[in-house]
């Protein structure tokens, strides 16, 4: 079972009364979700919308309005991850918590993931004070909540998040402390991310041999909305080391990678180019 099917799945008949998405509605955004797995942002995006748009009435309300809800958090989930960089974004992720926040029974339970991808939006925004006030707001929610070992996914995103707000603000010693303290207990979902973190924070307090070091240690296969990550810094040490045709080559498979999968607008791809352009050529 999915994480959203597990969010979303109504708990009591007075749920599915309620508005609670009906099953078929959450296999068409699992759908969705396994596009985004393939890469296929676009694709995934446009899917949700359209569930979005057909169940919403002349009137504006559905009799399921968790479908709404799902289908919408699904489509800015895609459009985010693909890194269009539309300022309508931040806007809609803004209406999705407000939404989220009313009600315990139906999407309550992805109001913290919806407030992270928030935070993210914001990073990318260059806001990443703003960004860092809502990642700790999610881990002081995280705090407070009963069962911990549930969360622990949710938790460790929220590091990560917080650990690339800090970056951006050039605290990379709070960085490189919260990736070193977490990896350890991270799973195959957040090694890649930490393994970025800790990469991005060594480099950026020129310890550049470590930074290189960390970022050759094996990890699994990264999916598609990382592309290119690890590589961008594993480059950027490269570079700072002097080392440019290895630099040169490493960005531009990263390069390639997010060409493949990611908008042209996307941060990732504009500081890839920004990396290469400072290359002295071959």
Not at 126 to 138: C, K, L, N, Q
Not at 208 to 235: D, I, K, M
Not at 264 to 277: G, V
């Amino acid at each position: 079972m999915t994480y959203l099917k597990r969010m979303a799945r109504p708990n009591s008949w007075v749920g599915w009364a309620g508005g609670a998405p009906a099953p078929w509605h959450l296999a068409a955004l699992d759908e969705a979700y396994e596009l985004m797995g393939e890469g296929r942002f676009e694709e995934a995006e446009a899917r949700a919308r359209a569930l979005a748009a057909a169940r919403t009435g002349r009137s504006g309300r559905d009799r399921r309005p968790g479908t709404v809800w799902f289908a919408a958090y699904v489509a800015a989930l895609a459009a985010r991850a693909h890194g269009r960089q539309e300022p309508s974004l931040l806007v809609e992720f803004d209406e999705l918590i407000a939404e989220a926040g009313q009600t315990h029974d139906l999407h309550h339970g992805l109001l913290l993931p919806a407030r992270l991808n928030r935070a993210w939006v914001l990073i990318d925004e260059e806001r990443p004070v703003e960004a860092e006030v809502e990642a700790r707001d999610v881990l002081r929610a995280l705090a407070r909540r009963a069962q911990p070992a549930r969360d622990r996914q949710v938790e460790l995103s929220a590091l990560i998040c917080l650990g690339h707000a800090l970056c951006a603000q050039h605290r990379y010693e709070e960085a490189e402390t919260i990736a070193r303290g977490n990896l350890s207990r991270a799973d195959e979902e957040a090694a890649g991310p930490l393994r970025v973190l800790l990469v991005r924070g060594l480099s950026g307090l020129g310890r550049h041999e470590e930074a290189l070091a960390e970022s050759l240690v094996p990890l699994p296969e990264q999916p598609p909305r990382a592309a290119g990550h690890l590589e961008l810094h594993r480059a950027t040490a490269l570079h700072a080391l002097g080392r440019d045709d290895e630099a040169r080559a490493e960005a531009g498979r990263a390069l390639a990678a997010c060409e493949r999968y990611l908008h042209p607008a996307h941060p990732r791809t504009a500081a890839l180019r920004a990396l290469l352009s400072r290359i002295t050529p071959p």
